[in-house]
């Protein structure tokens, strides 16, 4: 697989990736594409093999099976060119706690041979607002600003491609929201990004989704893509103690997923005529109001997980 | 993991501005950590002024006992020479053989001297008879020096008090035959300054760098250094560098109190050993290094490095003469950078060797130091696999 033979579009282009630890696969045959400019938002439940993938990705752990480039670069034998192109942000803050904001910056900016490193990390601060702070040891930051700090440092040698693993766990909403303002920005500036996370409010900002469950990909493709796959179709039931209605509703065949959201009730399936079969007796009961809806991507999400579970049994 | 050599990894200088920003940041982390800092400092002023006012080369007021088995002139001229010096300080005067084994086997006496019967006749004759010292020699450097006084002290109380004229000076009038219990080797004083110079900076130095990679480990932000462009061997680079400027400081410390305050010759010239020591601190460094990447915790590398320690005092020739070890311990021996260093240091201070004649035991160094590096560098892991 060489990089020629691809668009030139896309910056990260991986088959049949493939990862045991243990004897335990826990990245088995995953394939996926990520094209220029573009946020794509990675999901799955804890263990699922994010971090293994984007590990594999930028040369932190080597694929059993499996090849593919990034940014044009072969995963296997090139991973000296792709450190030097990507920003990694591990999930974990790993910068160094007992060096200073500015000296952490500024390692960075001479480990990557930036010409004039204290005027990068500088220039750096001044972006973060942590202007008067570069003397703050890195350990005394809050979590928000822990994350800040590590995504300046991840684009401070300017790297073509971003791969931020779970970058927004532990930290407040307005930070979370001031980071993805920040994503997009750079996105528009022709940055590539691969962002795990457990967000749904998150995915929904990324340009693409792929859906990792227990090592296997299972789908990849915009949000509407992503929900349209599913092939699942959702009423929405609201009313007085629909707690109890859930319970009856899981008896009946047709129905393949129910979630609660707030007062209402999230009632889905895969067959159409069967799920309205099912809802049929219970859409005379007085006192409740059934709607058609459009399923979500937590529906979709919910109903992937379900599914791969039943793979895995 | 082979990595084809990268054009913007290599040329522009990139080796030495990673190679430098990896120093700079260790530098930064070593003067942060104030009391690991004021530590290293304090160490080896502590240790030597511990040990060098502890160990006094020139002992004094040992507890000796003499054993009359006659009644003479002589034995009471040697008696009151022996109560003269500050050497021995007699405290008993026995007769039976048996006193004698339970005073020394307590330890309420050192030396037990022995005037056998029919010495002043035999020494009258000129029959060159023999005193008898027994002597606890658990503590060897106590009991070899103490032993070179005696023939001196004996002599001059024969010929001052008893004017016995000596009709061939090259034949002695008595001979001293000498016992050495418990321990038949005897070391030298001389070792203690290069000695403690060399066990300070290994001890020291092996530790700092055995914690090194492994504290990246344990903080998390190894997978954070290891996702960026820099190569093990600037790592590793990087990471000596600090260090062997403290070692260098701690030589310095130890060398210049060695001087002042413990009058301890330099014969030799101050580069060489200057030279000798930074080869021997690199090497112990490259070695703490190797134990940091073998070890997956920072307790395992300080058990690597301890283990390594032990060797390094025992068998170095600083605590027991290295001739007398069998061969096999003698081969280990020679595997261990603190044996060339004392030689070295011993050769340069009281010798006056220059470094150009020790030519052997600086190129083992050298070699014992890449060796080191070697591993370490193959060793280390550029991914978490």
Same mark, same amino acid.
């Given at each position: 697989?060489?990089?020629?033979?691809?668009?030139p579009?896309t910056?990260?282009?991986?088959?049949?990736l493939t990862?045991s630890?243990?004897?335990?696969?826990v990245?088995?045959?995953?394939?996926m594409?990520?094209r220029?400019?573009?946020i794509?938002?990675?999901l799955?439940?804890?263990?699922?093999?994010?971090t293994t993938?984007i590990r594999?990705l930028?040369?932190?752990?080597?694929?059993?099976?499996?090849?593919?480039?990034?940014?044009?670069?072969?995963?296997?034998?090139?991973s000296?060119?792709?450190?030097r192109?990507?920003?990694?942000?591990?999930?974990?803050?790993?910068?160094?706690?007992?060096l200073?904001?500015r000296?952490n910056?500024e390692?960075v900016?001479?480990?990557?041979g930036?010409?004039?490193?204290?005027g990068?990390?500088?220039?750096a601060i001044?972006?973060?607002g942590?202007?008067?702070?570069e003397k703050?040891?890195?350990?005394?930051?809050s979590?928000?600003w822990?994350?800040?700090?590590?995504?300046?440092?991840?684009?401070?040698?300017?790297p073509?491609?971003?791969?931020l693993?779970?970058?927004?766990?532990g930290?407040?909403?307005?930070?979370?929201?001031d980071?993805?303002n920040?994503i997009?920005?750079?996105?528009?500036?022709?940055?590539?990004?691969?962002?795990s996370?457990?967000?749904?409010?998150e995915?929904?900002?990324c340009h693409?989704?792929a859906?990792?469950?227990y090592?296997?990909?299972?789908?990849?493709?915009t949000?509407?893509?992503?929900?349209?796959g599913?092939g699942?179709v959702?009423w929405?039931?609201?009313g007085?103690?629909?707690?109890?209605?859930?319970?009856?509703?899981?008896q009946?065949?047709?129905?393949?997923?129910i979630a609660?959201f707030?007062?209402?009730?999230?009632?889905?399936?895969?067959?159409?005529?069967?799920?309205?079969q099912?809802?049929?007796?219970?859409?005379?009961?007085?006192?409740?109001?059934?709607?058609?809806?459009?399923?979500?991507?937590e529906?979709?999400?919910?109903?992937?997980?379900?599914?791969?579970?039943d793979?895995?049994r | 993991?082979?990595?084809?050599?990268?054009p913007?990894?290599?040329?522009n200088?990139g080796?030495?501005?990673?190679?430098?920003a990896?120093?700079?940041k260790?530098?930064i982390?070593?003067?942060?950590?104030?009391?690991?800092?004021?530590?290293?400092?304090?160490?080896?002023?502590?240790?030597?002024f511990?040990?060098?006012?502890?160990?006094?080369?020139t002992?004094?007021?040992l507890?000796?006992?003499?054993?009359?088995r006659e %009644?003479?002139?002589?034995g009471?001229?040697?008696?009151?020479?022996?109560? %003269?010096?500050?050497?021995?300080e007699?405290?008993?005067?026995?007769?039976?053989?048996?006193?004698?084994d339970?005073?020394?086997?307590?330890g309420?006496?050192?030396?037990?001297?022995?005037?056998?019967?029919?010495?002043e006749?035999?020494v009258?004759?000129?029959e060159?008879?023999a005193?008898?010292?027994a002597a606890?020699?658990?503590?060897?450097?106590?009991?070899s020096?103490a032993l070179?006084?005696?023939?001196?002290?004996?002599?001059?109380?024969?010929?001052n008090?008893?004017?016995?004229?000596?009709?061939e000076?090259?034949?002695?009038?008595f001979s001293i035959?000498q016992?050495?219990?418990?321990?038949?080797?005897g070391?030298?004083?001389?070792?203690?300054?290069?000695?403690?110079?060399?066990?300070?900076?290994?001890?020291?130095?092996l530790?700092?760098?055995?914690?090194?990679?492994?504290?990246?480990?344990?903080?998390?932000?190894?997978? %954070?250094?290891?996702s960026?462009?820099?190569?093990?061997?600037?790592i590793?680079?990087?990471k000596i560098?600090?260090?062997?400027?403290?070692?260098?400081?701690?030589?310095?410390?130890?060398?210049?109190?060695?001087?002042?305050?413990?009058?301890?010759?330099i014969?030799?010239?101050?580069?060489?050993?200057?030279?000798?020591t930074?080869?021997?601190?690199?090497? %112990?460094?490259?070695?703490?290094?190797t134990?940091?990447?073998?070890?997956?915790?920072?307790?395992?590398?300080?058990?690597m490095?301890?283990m390594?320690?032990?060797?390094?005092?025992?068998?170095?020739?600083?605590m027991?003469?290295?001739?007398?070890?069998?061969?096999?311990?003698?081969?280990?021996g020679?595997?261990?950078?603190?044996?060339?260093y004392?030689?070295i240091?011993?050769a340069?201070?009281?010798k006056?060797?220059?470094?150009?004649?020790?030519?052997?035991?600086?190129?083992?160094?050298?070699g014992?130091m890449?060796?080191?590096?070697?591993?370490a560098v193959?060793?280390?892991?550029?991914?978490?696999?």
């Amino acid at each position: 697989m060489t990089a020629t033979a691809e668009s030139p579009e896309t910056v990260i282009d991986v088959h049949h990736l493939t990862k045991s630890f243990g004897g335990r696969k826990v990245v088995d045959d995953v394939s996926m594409s990520v094209r220029k400019g573009r946020i794509h938002g990675f999901l799955g439940p804890n263990g699922s093999g994010k971090t293994t993938t984007i590990r594999m990705l930028c040369g932190l752990l080597t694929p059993d099976s499996g090849n593919g480039t990034c940014l044009g670069f072969d995963i296997l034998t090139e991973s000296d060119r792709i450190r030097r192109r990507v920003g990694y942000m591990t999930q974990k803050f790993s910068l160094y706690q007992d060096l200073s904001i500015r000296e952490n910056l500024e390692f960075v900016a001479r480990v990557y041979g930036l010409p004039d490193a204290r005027g990068k990390a500088k220039a750096a601060i001044e972006r973060l607002g942590l202007k008067g702070r570069e003397k703050q040891l890195a350990g005394e930051l809050s979590g928000g600003w822990k994350q800040r700090l590590a995504l300046g440092a991840c684009i401070l040698p300017e790297p073509a491609l971003l791969l931020l693993d779970e970058p927004t766990a532990g930290v407040d909403p307005q930070a979370r929201r001031d980071f993805w303002n920040e994503i997009h920005a750079l996105a528009a500036d022709g940055l590539s990004v691969l962002v795990s996370t457990h967000y749904m409010d998150e995915a929904e900002r990324c340009h693409e989704i792929a859906y990792i469950a227990y090592g296997k990909l299972l789908v990849q493709g915009t949000v509407d893509e992503v929900i349209e796959g599913t092939g699942l179709v959702t009423w929405t039931v609201s009313g007085p103690d629909v707690h109890h209605l859930q319970a009856e509703l899981l008896q009946q065949p047709g129905i393949d997923m129910i979630a609660p959201f707030g007062l209402s009730l999230h009632v889905a399936g895969h067959d159409e005529s069967a799920l309205e079969q099912a809802i049929a007796p219970y859409r005379q009961r007085p006192g409740f109001k059934w709607e058609k809806g459009e399923p979500t991507l937590e529906d979709a999400f919910i109903d992937l997980m379900g599914r791969s579970e039943d793979n895995f049994r | 993991m082979t990595a084809p050599h990268d054009p913007e990894l290599n040329g522009n200088g990139g080796f030495f501005k990673r190679f430098w920003a990896m120093t700079v940041k260790e530098f930064i982390q070593m003067t942060r950590d104030r009391v690991t800092l004021a530590t290293m400092i304090m160490i080896p002023v502590m240790q030597l002024f511990l040990f060098g006012f502890a160990i006094n080369t020139t002992p004094h007021d040992l507890p000796t006992a003499v054993l009359m088995r006659e %009644n003479s002139d002589i034995g009471r001229s040697i008696l009151a020479a022996l109560k %003269n010096t500050d050497f021995f300080e007699v405290q008993s005067v026995i007769t039976r053989t048996e006193d004698m084994d339970s005073l020394l086997e307590s330890g309420r006496a050192l030396f037990v001297v022995e005037i056998p019967e029919g010495f002043e006749r035999a020494v009258r004759r000129g029959e060159t008879p023999a005193l008898l010292v027994a002597a606890d020699a658990t503590d060897p450097v106590a009991s070899s020096s103490a032993l070179g006084a005696l023939s001196g002290i004996v002599a001059s109380a024969l010929a001052n008090d008893r004017q016995i004229e000596f009709s061939e000076p090259s034949k002695p009038a008595f001979s001293i035959v000498q016992h050495r219990r418990y321990n038949p080797a005897g070391s030298s004083t001389l070792n203690i300054v290069p000695g403690l110079l060399g066990t300070i900076l290994t001890m020291t130095l092996l530790i700092f760098t055995a914690l090194s990679v492994t504290r990246e480990m344990e903080r998390g932000t190894m997978e %954070n250094l290891l996702s960026m462009p820099i190569r093990p061997l600037e790592i590793m680079f990087g990471k000596i560098t600090p260090y062997v400027l403290i070692g260098l400081i701690q030589a310095l410390i130890i060398i210049s109190a060695g001087i002042l305050v413990f009058r301890v010759p330099i014969l030799g010239d101050l580069p060489s050993l200057a030279a000798a020591t930074a080869l021997f601190v690199v090497a %112990n460094l490259s070695i703490g290094y190797t134990f940091s990447t073998l070890a997956t915790n920072q307790l395992q590398a300080v058990q690597m490095a301890m283990m390594f320690f032990l060797p390094n005092i025992l068998l170095s020739g600083f605590m027991f003469p290295f001739a007398g070890m069998p061969g096999w311990a003698q081969w280990i021996g020679e595997a261990l950078p603190l044996t060339h260093y004392i030689r070295i240091v011993r050769a340069i201070m009281l010798k006056g060797a220059d470094i150009a004649t020790l030519a052997y035991d600086t190129s083992v160094l050298a070699g014992l130091m890449t060796f080191a590096m070697l591993i370490a560098v193959t060793r280390f892991r550029r991914t978490l696999d």
